[in-house]
Structure formats: structure tokens, C-alpha cells
């Protein structure tokens, strides 16, 4: 076997193939096959944008931050954030024109990186969101458009305010009829990202491309080498991880082929994890790998759906996710909140630990950290939490509370905030969803 370059699809990146697989890996400066000196490869990192979102608003009361870089105060909602306050932006009082006077719930989350008006009834109709725009236009710089993850079911059917339950199930939006499927089981968003088909997807993929990874490894510098190791060390901590969640479901089919009755079976795993620390864990672990190896630069991920049914054993709370949104103001919502924000930690630390040119994987992103609502007592959508955390190539200044509440409704809009980022993704359009200017100040 040979190491293997596509540069008709991503140039200088390259591959490791085993059979029916294909490991894109991270950038190393000292193999040849890529050709260019260390300061035109760093010139040429890609820019990444991850969407996070968590559903049924925050409690404002403890929802805040002053100061500025260091010296960043943040709210008990924000704690575990504290490590990234001069990476962080917290952007208040932004708001989408069209959740607001429609009702709550849907009418409220399926146009929020669109802007677009929602129709109600059984015709799904609202707008492309700005994330699959990007991936249509950055699509042949990536082997994959986008990555769209989800931690919980979708959901059928219709609200009360005559809405489809699907706007609350999707963010991601690939034109204005249609969600973009969102992948829920962390073994297929893994396969996928390996290109992992073959009937050998379940043994490792690590095994099935070790004696390239060896022949790269002799040829790289002790610093690439290093870069190498550690991350092929995550890819198996991650295969492990997911092993544990496929064996429920092997050891039923195994039953079958031995003549079990099928009737007689115990309902086996989903393909799911029973904790739901260690799916979200995972869906962020998938997500860097895929901004890691550049597979892809767009991804988001659905932490909870509107609505949600999410219960959290691991907390001294009692009652559900959209239960506790309607006792906002205390303090188990806030645990709830602070555990959210620990996930958008999570992820931001694993792309920092990515070592990419002088800097790391998470110079190169901007994470995009969002709710529906604010408050989810009263559904208040005339305002929506809104944080970045990472510099988007320097492109993003951070470290910053920008505070757009008291401005004019023009001078407040989601979608100006999306004109900005996709200006600094290289894409500039003239105007997106309710906007046609950029976000002052950002």
C-alpha cells in the first residue's frame, strides 16, 4: 500500500487507506508529498466553524459576563468557561425578527440560523440556513460539505401553535423545504467520517491502516512524529469509546444467527449511550477529529431539541429539560445551564490541544454557542444567548462582552452576525435571511 494525496478534492492533505477506509490526516509540516515551505502551509489553514446548540433558553439571571480578556467576570451559569475568556465573545440582546409574535417553541427555533419566516401546517417552508450556504460554497475545499450531529431524536407531528415539531428538531437547514439529516448515533457519524463501509467496519480502523501510519511515521520530523501519535491515539479512544455502544446490538444479531427466537430476546441497544455525558462527549470528540484532519469545516451539533425531554441523573435535579425551562430562575436550571456550557468547553479544549502550525486547531475556529430563547418561563425570544469562543484565523477578535440590547432593531440582527462570520469564512453576500449589513462592533 501507498500514502495516498487527492488534490483534486483537498490539496496537501493526505490520506492513510486500509481496507474500505480513508484516515485524512492532520497537517504535518515535514512530509514532502505536501511541498511547501512552513510559512506557506500556515498561510493556508482553514477556517472552521462549529454551531452548538442547546434548546429552552437560560437563566438570566445568572447568564452574564462584564469585564474584558482575563480579567473577564463571568456569570454562575458560565463557569466553566473561565479557562477561554480571552478566547470568548459573549454577545448579548441579538435577536431573529421572525421567531418573535408567532408563538413559542418551533415558530422560535427553525429559522434561527436563517432568519427566515416559518410556514405553518403541513407545507415545511422557511430558509436555508447560514451553515449549509457556507457548505455549498466551501463544499469542494472539504471531502465532507458539513458534519450534522444531534444527541437527540428528532421529533414528528405538530405543536399547538399549528408549527411542525421538525422546526424544533433541526438548525441545520439545507434549503427551504428541507433539514439536513441529522446524524444521532456516534458509530455512524464515525464511519462516516473515516469513509469506514467495508464488512470490516467493525474492527479497528487503526489496525487496517497501522503499516502506512508506520512507513509516515519513520518519515516524519520528532515533531510531526509526536503530532502523529497523538492523534492516532484519539481516533482509538474514540473507537473504544463507541465499541462499547455497538456490542448490545452484535451480541442480539449474534443471537439470531445462532437460532435464538427473536420473540424471545431482550431488547437490545440502539446504538445509542445510555449516558448522555458520554454522547455529547463523543459527538465533540468527532466533530474535532473532523476539523483536526479538515475533513470538513462546517459542523453542528444539536445538543438538545426544542422541547426537550433530556433528564439529567448526574445532577441534583429532578424534572426534565423543558420542565426546568419553566423555572428558569432557579437554581437547578443553572446547573443545567452550567453543564451545557461545560460542553462547549469541552470541545473548544480538545481543538486547543491540537497543535496546528504556531498556533492551534481552535486559532482556526470559531465555535458558535447558541440558544432559541431567553428566558424559557415567559418564551422570550426578543433577545437569545449568543457566545463564540475561538478566533476564526485572527479574523475574530475575542475576549470581548458586546452588549446590542439597547441598539435599533437593524442593528440587532442574528443574521448580521452570520454576514460577519461568513465575510471572515470567505464568503460575502449582499445580504442573508432579515439582514443586509454586518454586525457593528463585532
Not at 425578527?97 to 429559522?111: D, L, R, S
Not at 427566515?116 to 475545499?141: H, K, T, V, W, Y
Not at 503499516?211 to 509516515?216: F, G, I, T, Y
Not at 478566533?391 to 441598539?407: F, H, K, M, P, W
Request: proline share 5%.
Amino acid at each position: 500500500m501507498t500514502i495516498v494525496t487527492n488534490r483534486d478534492v483537498l490539496s496537501r492533505r493526505t490520506f492513510l487507506r486500509g481496507s474500505g477506509v480513508a484516515m485524512l490526516l492532520p497537517w504535518l509540516e515535514s512530509i514532502p508529498v505536501w511541498g511547501a515551505t512552513t510559512k506557506a502551509a500556515a498561510a493556508e489553514f482553514p477556517k472552521r466553524l462549529g454551531v452548538l446548540f442547546m434548546a429552552n433558553g437560560i437563566n438570566p439571571d445568572n447568564w452574564w459576563a462584564e469585564g474584558a480578556g482575563a480579567d473577564m467576570k463571568l456569570g454562575p451559569s458560565l463557569e466553566p468557561l473561565m479557562p477561554f475568556r480571552e478566547k470568548l465573545n459573549f454577545i448579548g440582546g441579538l435577536f431573529n425578527e421572525a421567531a418573535t409574535g408567532v408563538g413559542i417553541h418551533p415558530g422560535q427555533t427553525g429559522n434561527l440560523l436563517s432568519g427566515a419566516p416559518l410556514m405553518r401546517g403541513p407545507e415545511l417552508r422557511g430558509g436555508i440556513s447560514f451553515d449549509q450556504l457556507l457548505a455549498n460554497r466551501l463544499g469542494e475545499q472539504n471531502i465532507q460539505p458539513s458534519l450534522v450531529l444531534g444527541c437527540e431524536q428528532p421529533t414528528t407531528g405538530y405543536h399547538e401553535t399549528n408549527f411542525s415539531m421538525a422546526y424544533g428538531s433541526h438548525i441545520s437547514w439545507a434549503s427551504a423545504t428541507s433539514p439536513v439529516p441529522m446524524e444521532v448515533y456516534p458509530s455512524l457519524a464515525f464511519d462516516s467520517l473515516f469513509e469506514n463501509r467495508s464488512s470490516d467496519r467493525n474492527r479497528s480502523i487503526l489496525d487496517r491502516v497501522m503499516e502506512q501510519a508506520a512507513d509516515l511515521s519513520r518519515r516524519a520530523s520528532v515533531y510531526d512524529r509526536a503530532k502523529l501519535e497523538e492523534y492516532l491515539t484519539s481516533v482509538r479512544q474514540v473507537e473504544r469509546r463507541i465499541e462499547n455502544v455497538r456490542d448490545g446490538a452484535e451480541q442480539a444479531a449474534q443471537r439470531v444467527l445462532e437460532g435464538a427466537p427473536v420473540f424471545a430476546m431482550e431488547r437490545p441497544e440502539n446504538g445509542l449511550p445510555e449516558d448522555i455525558r458520554e454522547h455529547m462527549r463523543l459527538m465533540s470528540d468527532i466533530i474535532a477529529l473532523a476539523f483536526q484532519t479538515n475533513k470538513t469545516s462546517l459542523a453542528s451539533l444539536l445538543l438538545c431539541r426544542d422541547i426537550s425531554g433530556m433528564f439529567y441523573p448526574f445532577l441534583p435535579v429532578i424534572r426534565s429539560h423543558h420542565s426546568l425551562s419553566h423555572d428558569d430562575l432557579s437554581q437547578e436550571f443553572t446547573l443545567v445551564n452550567q453543564y451545557y456550557a461545560s460542553q462547549l468547553a469541552y470541545l473548544a479544549e480538545r481543538l486547543q490541544d491540537m497543535p496546528e502550525g504556531d498556533g492551534n486547531v481552535l486559532d482556526n475556529t470559531c465555535l458558535l454557542f447558541m440558544s432559541n430563547m431567553w428566558s424559557g418561563s415567559q418564551h422570550d425570544s426578543s433577545r437569545v444567548p449568543v457566545l463564540t469562543v475561538g478566533n476564526l484565523g485572527g479574523t475574530l477578535e475575542s475576549g470581548r462582552v458586546l452588549d446590542y440590547y439597547q441598539a435599533s432593531t437593524d442593528s440587532r440582527r442574528l443574521c448580521s452576525l452570520y454576514l460577519s462570520l461568513m465575510d471572515r469564512m470567505g464568503v460575502e453576500l449582499d445580504s442573508f435571511g432579515d439582514a443586509e449589513d454586518r454586525l457593528v462592533g463585532l
